[in-house]
């Protein structure tokens, strides 16, 4: 059974860094993608970053690409989500996902969900 638990968020200023992280455990296929998602208050869940569990290959949300690196620790199971200069409009619950197809990740979907970690930013 895949399980996803992220940790690492928190309440910071603008202009701060975090590094969010993911535990993997289950994830018995190399073909899986991991990805990180966010849902502000009264938004509707989205997108950031994938990253290929086979060969690394990353792929970012537009908005984010200059801030935000997707990566992955193999020994320790872990996905991590660097988060450089943070706005307050980054304020959103963080959620790391799985699925094989990374194109239901692209729009969104995903098998197996983590229950998310809160990542606040004051202005």
């Known amino acids: 059974q895949v399980q996803l638990v992220e940790s690492g968020g928190g309440l910071v200023q603008a202009g701060a860094s975090l590094r969010l992280s993911c535990a993997v455990s289950g994830v018995t296929s190399r073909s899986y993608v991991m990805a990180w998602f966010r849902q502000a208050p009264r938004k509707e869940r989205e997108f950031l970053a994938t990253?290929?569990?086979?060969?690394?290959?990353?792929h970012y949300r537009d908005s984010v690409k200059d801030r935000f690196t997707i990566s992955r620790d193999d020994l320790r199971n872990t996905i991590y989500l660097q988060m450089n200069n943070l706005k307050p409009e980054d304020t959103a619950v963080y959620y790391c996902?799985?699925?094989?197809?990374?194109?239901?990740?692209?729009?969104?979907?995903?098998?197996?969900w983590g229950q998310g970690t809160q990542v606040t930013v004051s202005s």
């Open positions: 990253i290929n569990y086979n060969d690394g290959s990353t």
């Open positions: 996902a799985a699925d094989a197809s990374s194109g239901r990740i692209l729009l969104g979907f995903a098998n197996y």
